[in-house]
């Protein structure tokens, strides 16, 4: 009678791979659907992406915030160093759910900044450790991988170099999400909106959130793919 063979480590992370990149791929597919479709609908107030985003940082009192304009599709942003949120163009001008959406969105997290919100801070403190690890981890695994039986103590330090990217992809979700709520709370509570631009508003960000679902469950599953190597070389 004969016995399947476990899956090695190899395997198990291309079936992961490819799993993940079919999700990744249908998240991403999904976003472009709703952006295009909210892009449609306009706010009822007429406002624009800048509009939007200077009342909201007006009504929290973040007066010292600029609003600018930047390049690019999906290059939205707040810039905690520079003190700005930037908005693509197609935000900035844009007078349409999908533009508000995305530019209260990015005020959410001003306001965050202001209000010290934890998460933000947390994440704030790991950005210098993510920068030089992601530098530095790819060489680090591929050397560990290689040394793993004579000198396992590099791999591990490369495992616990990438571990910091897992952390941080997992302590930006709370901060991705809470923006979110920030700005719908705004948005229905401030503006000309009734429940259907509403529900747009959400569904919109709400598609944007998974992509750092993925992005984080993508990156806990690599991270447990390196483990498995090690514990399967180790032994």
Request: aromatic share 10%; charged share 15%; hydrophobic share 50%.
């Amino acid at each position: 009678m004969m016995v399947d063979e476990p899956m090695t480590p190899y395997a198990m992370y291309w079936v992961l791979f490819i799993v993940i990149a079919i999700v990744s791929h249908s998240v991403q597919l999904n976003l472009d659907r709703k952006f295009k479709k909210y892009s449609q609908i306009p706010t009822r107030d007429g406002l624009s992406g800048h509009d939007v985003a200077t009342r909201m940082l007006a009504d929290h009192g973040l007066t010292d915030v600029r609003v600018t304009c930047v390049e690019g599709r999906l290059s939205d942003h707040y810039n905690p160093e520079t003190n700005t949120v930037n908005l693509s163009k197609d935000v900035y001008y844009g007078r349409t759910m999908m533009a508000a959406a995305v530019a209260a969105h990015e005020c959410g997290h001003a306001v965050q900044h202001a209000k010290n919100y934890a998460p933000v801070q947390l994440r704030s403190a790991l950005v210098p450790v993510v920068q030089f690890s992601s530098q530095i981890v790819t060489f680090v695994l591929l050397a560990g991988i290689l040394v793993v039986q004579t000198f396992p103590a590099l791999m591990i330090a490369g495992i616990a170099l990438f571990a910091m990217t897992t952390l941080f992809s997992f302590v930006t979700l709370p901060v991705e999400v809470d923006a979110s709520s920030r700005a719908l709370a705004w948005l229905k509570h401030t503006s000309n909106n009734d429940s259907n631009t509403m529900t747009a508003a959400q569904d919109a960000l709400k598609a944007a959130a998974y992509t750092y679902v993925v992005a984080a469950v993508s990156s806990l599953g690599t991270l447990v793919y390196y483990i498995m190597i090690f514990l399967s070389r180790r032994r």
